[in-house]
């Protein structure tokens, strides 16, 4: 992929993400309406507990990806952009089309997944 159209990519990916983080914010999504924990109904709390965990996870998964595009920016300013952050490789070009902010090659990616399990 060439180095305006990743720029293009990232950039567009950002703005979207940006959208939907403040979307939620101003939804305050993963808040419960209910002012105690304590409620008549307990299956009202317990969907709506669940619904506040989605929308923390659907949150904290966009922070996490806004940050991945903010690094694979800078990556691409600084000319490193395309290689992978551990072994250097280049990165298969159909893997930075699936994903343009892609740091690391599938090998090392796997590798730093399971160490984090």
Do not use: F, I, K
């Amino acid at each position: 992929m060439d180095q305006q159209e990743a720029r293009r990519r990232l950039e567009e990916l950002q703005s979207d993400l940006d959208r939907t983080l403040a979307t939620l914010e101003a939804e305050d999504a993963g808040a419960t309406t209910e002012l105690s924990h304590v409620d008549n109904h307990p299956a009202d709390t317990s969907g709506e507990l669940q619904e506040g965990d989605r929308q923390v996870a659907v949150m904290e998964n966009a922070a996490s990806q806004r940050e991945q595009v903010l690094a694979a920016l800078a990556r691409l300013d600084d000319g490193t952009y395309g290689r992978c952050v551990d072994c250097g490789q280049e990165l298969d070009e159909a893997r930075l089309d699936a994903r343009p902010e892609a740091a690391r090659c599938l090998a090392d990616q796997q590798r730093w997944e399971s160490e984090r399990v």
